[in-house]
């Protein structure tokens, strides 16, 4: 419990203080995604949506709505969705997900 706080902690620091461009860099998706695996792990459900969403949010500003590469950012909800006991919500981003892989657009 301990480690997860300083991972969030941490997490944070990074992201604040990346020196990155704007809040929608490319660059933050990997460590904004992290956190919210660490917020997933402990339990935190709102939190860890909150930063999934952020990061699909960045992707989606910078990859084409059609592109593959949102299967990542896309494939943590579903999991967390199931863990919220939001089965609706999950699969409708799991049919979101199949439609980008059918579609194979890159």
């Known amino acids: ?4 706080k300083e991972a969030i902690a941490l997490l944070q ?10 809040s929608s860099d490319m660059a933050l998706v990997w460590p ?6 660490t ?8 939190e ?6 952020r990061a699909l949010h960045i992707m989606e500003e910078r990859v084409p ?4 590469a949102l299967q990542t950012p896309l494939s943590r909800l579903v999991p967390l969705y199931v863990e919220m006991g ?5 699969e409708k981003i799991r049919q979101r997900i ?8 890159d």
């Not at 620091?13 to 704007?22: P, Q, Y």
């Not at 709505?65 to 593959?68: H, L, R, T, Y």
């Not at 199949?98 to 657009?105: D, K, S, Y």
């Open 32 to 37: 904004i995604d992290v956190l919210g695996r």
């Open 1 to 4: 419990q301990n480690r997860g």
């Open 39 to 46: 917020y997933q792990k402990q339990g935190n459900y709102p």
């Open 98 to 105: 199949n439609t980008l892989l059918t579609r194979g657009a």
């Open 65 to 68: 709505k059609n592109s593959v």
């Open 48 to 53: 860890a949506e909150k930063q999934f969403l």
């Open 13 to 22: 620091t990074i992201i604040s203080k990346s020196g990155i461009g704007d």
């Open 86 to 90: 939001r089965i609706e919500d999950s």
